[in-house]
T-cell receptor
Framework: EAAVTQSPRNKVAVTGGKVTLSCNQT?????MYWYRQDTGHGLRLIHY???????EKGDIPDGYKASRPSQENFSLILELATPSQTSVYFC??????????????FGEGSRLIVV | DAKTTQPDSMESTEGETVHLPCSHA???????IYWYRQVPLQGPEYVTH???QNTTNSMAFLAIASDRKSSTLILPHVSLRDAAVYHC?????????????FGEGTKLTVSS
């Protein structure tokens, strides 16, 4: 089964500080995603990527940057963190090849609190 | 991607068979129907997917209407571990955008 690992799992940041959330996948998937999920709400897509060097805006990209330096790694960067970015962030990977289609594999989540 | 419509919540009792409906009236011919589930504090987990024929695996049975405008995820003999939010999503396989949007899903409550 695909393995997606996120770090850090928990983080407290100060307003205005820089936060980097990292994601690593070990199954050579082309596509990677960053979502956020707030209490009582569904997943909202922030950024996604088709492969190394590619980043695309999702539905709520404002205040976030993404970086895909390699097939395995996809980072989410908050240059100037704000309290409204307090949330749980999920990374996922997937591949459109073959019948597995767009089956996504998710990480365990990174819980971010901005104070 | 075509939109799906699911009930906000459903309730069940352990041992029952649960039918989770999903409406997708504007589905395109190349779009597959995917189901994921998410328990609190964890990332979503793939359940099953299908195109036109009904499918079954160890987790669930997916029944797809003949016109493909609706589908039903059937969970036999549910247990407390099946309590989760279930998401129905449409995705094209080859050639489509990688963008994948989740809705609110159906929150399934299982009581003992």
């Amino acid at each position: 089964e695909a393995a997606v690992t996120q770090s850090p799992r928990n983080k407290v940041a100060v307003t205005g500080g820089k936060v980097t959330l990292s994601c690593n996948q070990t199954n050579n998937h082309n596509n990677m995603y960053w979502y956020r999920q707030d209490t009582g709400h569904g997943l909202r897509l922030i950024h996604y990527s088709y492969g190394a060097g590619s980043t695309e805006k999702g539905d709520i990209p404002d205040g976030y940057k993404a970086s895909r330096p390699s097939q395995e790694n996809f980072s989410l960067i908050l240059e100037l963190a704000t309290p409204s970015q307090t949330s749980v962030y999920f990374c996922a990977s997937g591949d459109a090849r073959g019948d597995s289609g767009n089956t996504l594999y998710f990480g365990e989540g990174s819980r971010l609190i901005v104070v | 991607d075509a939109k799906t419509t699911q009930p906000d919540s459903m309730e069940s009792t352990e041992g029952e068979t649960v039918h989770l409906p999903c409406s997708h009236a504007t589905i395109s011919g190349n779009e597959y129907i995917y189901w994921y589930r998410q328990v609190p504090l964890q990332g979503p987990e793939y359940v099953t997917h299908g195109l036109q024929q009904n499918t079954t695996n160890s987790m669930a049975f997916l029944a797809i209407a003949s016109d493909r405008k609706s589908s039903t995820l059937i969970l036999p003999h549910v247990s407390l571990r099946d309590a989760a939010v279930y998401h129905c999503i449409l995705r094209a396989h080859q050639g489509g955008s990688a963008k994948l949007i989740f809705g609110e899903g159906t929150k399934l409550t299982v009581s003992s």
